[in-house]
């Protein structure tokens, strides 16, 4: 039997994944993140009360340089559950200090949630609950960031901070989600090239994931590319903020730019995959182009029957703060969900081969 060799990661997938580009230019700022986990904190903003049902508890966690599959595991191992029986919203960097949810089935007598802890994590409250934690069930994330050793040019900062106030800044999907130094696409670039997907649900949900984020990172850079990326094109699937709800404009009235200027609605990106509706017009034909090197990834998320959807491709950055003190700049921000910290910070700070916090283990 010839044993499978799988080929290289094409540069221009490491681009769009790894450094795509920005919407202000290159950063004349520079500086290091996560010198200690404090450097980076978020908290999870769920949208909703736990509602006192009996199938569950929902358990508030903090988190300190652990994973959040570690964490579901080991609530799973207190509560007698299988780890697939434990809810969360999402992954949580791993380098930081994060306030997560979780939820554990109440079927079986534990020890007080609310004097569990672990290595690398504790519980801080524990309230009954009707449901399981789904993935994304969430409002969004609050952010604290540190960045020591800043150097360049400091006044550059409050106008870089001041316009993505203002504008937000481009959804890409950040660094993380294609793995430690990029090792999801090496397995994107194997399925690519022949292999199987792997058989793990987790391992194969990592492929999919960076295909369906390789492929929206690949036309958001055209849009950004055209500087057309927070602004409506003919044909546009609009997006109406802080909701999954897309419709079809085939035309762009002065209405429809102002409510796009006021961050109330905002253009998109696919999420390929079979089925769903495609734009028309202008926004087509720009989204068809950045595609079409990658034609053979969006056949293969098809065939493996993903749910095509949309995603916005901007991020508003709201409660934006922020202070310079010497060589530290603190800065707190919230984001909606599914966004990452990263489109934030790159716009701002250079941080050369350092590993970006964004969201994601």
């Known amino acids: ?15 769009a994944a790894l450094e795509p580009p920005r919407a202000g230019g290159a950063p004349s700022l520079s500086g290091r993140l996560r010198e200690s986990p404090d450097d980076f904190r978020v908290e999870e903003r769920l949208g909703f009360e736990a509602d006192g049902g009996s199938a569950h508890q929902l358990l508030h966690v903090e988190k300190t340089d652990a994973n959040t599959l570690f964490v579901a595991r080991s609530l799973a191992r207190a509560a007698g559950v299988r780890p697939a029986d ?22 079986r007598p534990v020890t007080d949630w609310n004097d569990f802890s672990g290595p690398g994590f504790r519980v801080l409250e524990a309230h009954a609950h009707s449901r399981k934690l789904r993935r994304g069930a969430l409002a969004g994330n609050r952010f604290v960031v540190t960045v020591r050793g800043l150097s ?41 090239g022949g292999a199987p997907l792997p058989r793990d649900r987790e391992q194969r949900s990592f492929v999919l ?13 055209e849009r950004v590319h055209h500087g057309t990326w927070d602004t409506l094109l003919q044909g546009e699937l609009v997006n109406l903020d802080g909701t999954g709800s897309v419709f079809l404009a085939e035309v762009v009235d002065e209405t429809l730019r102002a409510r796009c200027a006021a961050m109330d609605v905002h253009p998109t990106g696919p999420l390929e995959g079979q089925g769903g509706t495609r734009p028309g017009g202008e926004a087509a034909q720009t989204e068809a182009q950045a595609l079409a090197p990658l034609a053979s990834i969006a056949a293969l998320l098809a065939g493996a029957k993903v749910e095509a959807a949309r995603r916005a491709l901007r991020t508003p950055v709201r409660a934006l703060d922020w202070e310079v003190s010497g060589e530290v700049l603190r800065a707190s921000f919230e984001l909606g969900r599914g966004a990452f910290a990263t489109s934030v910070l790159r716009e ?7 590993p970006l916090p964004g969201g994601d283990d």
Not at 348 to 354: M, S, Y
């Open 152 to 192: 360049g040019e400091r006044e550059a900062v409050a106008p870089a901070l001041e316009r993505i106030a203002q504008r937000g800044v481009p959804a890409y999907f950040g660094a993380q989600r294609f793995g430690r130094e990029g090792s999801n696409l090496d397995a994107l670039a194997a399925w690519a």
């Open 86 to 107: 434990v809810g969360f919203a999402g992954l949580k960097d791993r380098r930081a200090v994060a306030l997560q949810w979780f939820s554990v089935p109440a079927s």
């Open 348 to 354: 701002v700070l250079d941080f050369g081969e350092q």
């Open 209 to 221: 994931s960076a295909a369906r984020s390789l492929l929206f990172n690949a036309v958001l850079a």
């Open 1 to 15: 039997m010839t044993e499978f060799t799988a080929p290289a990661v094409p540069p221009t997938w490491r681009a």
